[in-house]
């Protein structure tokens, strides 16, 4: 079955050297050092660099590897395995867990659907404010860490392409932060819909810049932990993403007249 879909697959060992703890820059946000790693890895599994079915390195070669103890090592694992995310059994290690049945068959109903656009947008509406509250309620330590990290630094400056990557993890990581696999699944789909056209939002600087702070505000609110004011920050996100696009396929068609 297709890893894209969160089914399970063959069970792929993964090197210790995938997993490697990235080096924070000075002031970055920090947790404890089991909530930096269960952060790491959730991400990992989160953007899909760590598949269904992939087969973790052994706790003593995986903390050796990360440079922590075997104790902070099993508590992040005890974090990923309460979030449903992992599966530890004795004598077979750990391994990604598939998604749950109904968010795989929800992905084998939609996946080659005529999907416009429009419509997509529309569903952005309606589940990303949502997604956005409830991360505001639930997330974790390890969420917040990943999310800080991520928005550590300001992305003007990048190409479009990375600006629209980091976009997309970002709003990958708002789903994981509202522990709703169903919506998060949903979400995941809307962001490979619209990721062609999501990139006109990023095509200017002040378009980067306009996204960047979006963000800021929505993760202020999660981070307070105030589900109103993170709602109302990723509508605001949303109209002010919806007009940038708008404005470039605009001046696109407009370039593009005889």
Same mark, same amino acid.
């Given at each position: 079955?297709?890893?894209?879909?969160?089914?399970?697959?063959?069970?792929?060992?993964?090197?210790?050297?995938?997993?490697?703890?990235?080096?924070?820059?000075?002031?970055?946000?920090?947790?404890?050092?089991?909530?930096?790693?269960?952060?790491?890895?959730?991400?990992?599994?989160?953007?899909?660099?760590?598949?269904?079915?992939?087969?973790?390195?052994?706790?003593?070669?995986?903390?050796?590897?990360?440079?922590?103890?075997?104790?902070?090592?099993?508590?992040?694992?005890?974090?990923?395995?309460?979030?449903?995310?992992?599966?530890?059994?004795?004598?077979?290690?750990?391994?990604?867990?598939?998604?749950?049945?109904?968010?795989?068959?929800?992905?084998?109903?939609?996946?080659?659907?005529?999907?416009? #656009?429009? /419509? +997509? @947008? &529309? !569903?952005?509406?309606?589940?990303?404010?949502?997604? *956005?509250?409830?991360? =505001?309620?639930?997330?974790?330590?390890?969420?917040?860490?990943?999310?800080?990290?991520?928005?550590?630094?300001?992305?003007?400056?990048?190409?479009?392409?990375?600006?629209?990557?980091?976009?997309?993890?970002?709003?990958?990581?708002?789903?994981?932060?509202?522990?709703?696999?169903?919506?998060?699944?949903?979400?995941?789909?809307?962001?490979?819909?619209?990721?062609?056209?999501?990139?006109?939002?990023?095509?200017?600087?002040?378009?980067?810049?306009?996204?960047?702070?979006?963000?800021?505000?929505?993760?202020?609110?999660?981070?307070?932990?105030?589900?109103?004011?993170?709602?109302?920050?990723?509508?605001?996100? #949303?109209? /002010? +993403? @919806? &007009? !940038?696009?708008?404005?470039?396929?605009?001046?696109? *068609?407009?370039?593009? =007249?005889?």
């Amino acid at each position: 079955m297709d890893s894209t879909t969160g089914a399970p697959g063959h069970r792929r060992p993964v090197p210790s050297s995938a997993l490697e703890l990235p080096r924070l820059s000075p002031g970055a946000f920090r947790g404890s050092v089991s909530t930096e790693i269960s952060a790491h890895l959730e991400k990992l599994i989160a953007v899909g660099e760590l598949k269904p079915g992939d087969r973790l390195p052994s706790e003593r070669e995986l903390a050796a590897s990360l440079g922590v103890s075997r104790a902070s090592l099993r508590e992040a694992m005890h974090e990923l395995e309460a979030k449903h995310l992992v599966e530890r059994r004795p004598g077979r290690g750990t391994t990604v867990r598939p998604a749950p049945e109904h968010v795989q068959t929800l992905y084998s109903q939609l996946s080659d659907a005529d999907h416009q #656009l429009r /419509d +997509v @947008a &529309e !569903l952005r509406g309606a589940i990303e404010p949502r997604l *956005a509250e409830l991360a =505001a309620e639930r997330a974790t330590a390890a969420n917040l860490v990943e999310l800080e990290n991520l928005l550590r630094n300001p992305v003007a400056e990048v190409a479009p392409e990375e600006s629209l990557r980091l976009d997309l993890e970002f709003h990958m990581l708002i789903a994981a932060a509202s522990q709703n696999p169903l919506m998060s699944a949903i979400n995941t789909l809307a962001c490979s819909w619209t990721s062609s056209t999501r990139v006109l939002s990023h095509s200017t600087r002040y378009a980067r810049e306009v996204s960047y702070l979006g963000h800021r505000a929505i993760l202020a609110a999660v981070a307070a932990g105030n589900p109103a004011e993170a709602r109302d920050a990723m509508i605001r996100h #949303l109209a /002010d +993403v @919806a &007009e !940038l696009t708008r404005d470039r396929f605009e001046d696109g *068609a407009a370039e593009g =007249a005889p």
